[in-house]
């Protein structure tokens, strides 16, 4: 009779208790990946640093020199950014010159402030290759940027283990299985 008063006592406060470890293991494992996918970010994105100011000379001639094939910038083919970086091409040349979508005109000087995120090739005149690749890191690491997928992945895992917790639980608590009213009988002599 304890045993039954036991069991219908576990059945009253199961749903509540239920419903705090769900949330407990839900949130803890969205959580872990958060921090999992955060760690990632400042991996890939480093810390943060204030934005450059990185100023390309263009002086009168360069567009001879490229078209006879010469780098007479001495420009490397790859270009390494970070997000917020100020690109100032002070075009001192008789033409005025390409790089990507930015155009700098003849005898002017031209800002630039690199906003996106990006691995690219961009045709350049400036380059005696016609062309250059620019790889844009973002300047900080964003925190926001691990909310989505913590949010993707974190809950459907807390769910996950949450299923299992309870599956094992029952399979340790043979009386979860069945209606305490009914007696068992063991099968065995």
Known sequence: MTSLRNSEHRRREHPTKMTLEGVTVV?????????????????????????????????????????????????PANWSLRSGDILVFDNRDQVGHYVGPWFSPRNEITEVIVNASASLTLFCSLHPDGQINIDVTPRRSDWTLAVWPSLMVGVPFGLILLMVRQLMRRLEDPESFGDPDIETTSLMP
Do not use: H, M, Q, S
């Not at 921090?35 to 360069?62: D, M, N, Q, S, Y």
């Open 27 to 75: 949130g803890a494992a969205t959580l872990v990946v958060f921090g999992v996918c955060f760690i990632a970010l400042w991996i890939f994105a480093g810390p943060g640093r204030k934005a450059e100011r990185k100023e390309i000379v263009i002086p009168a001639g360069t567009y001879a020199l490229i078209d006879a094939g010469e780098n007479p910038l001495n420009l």
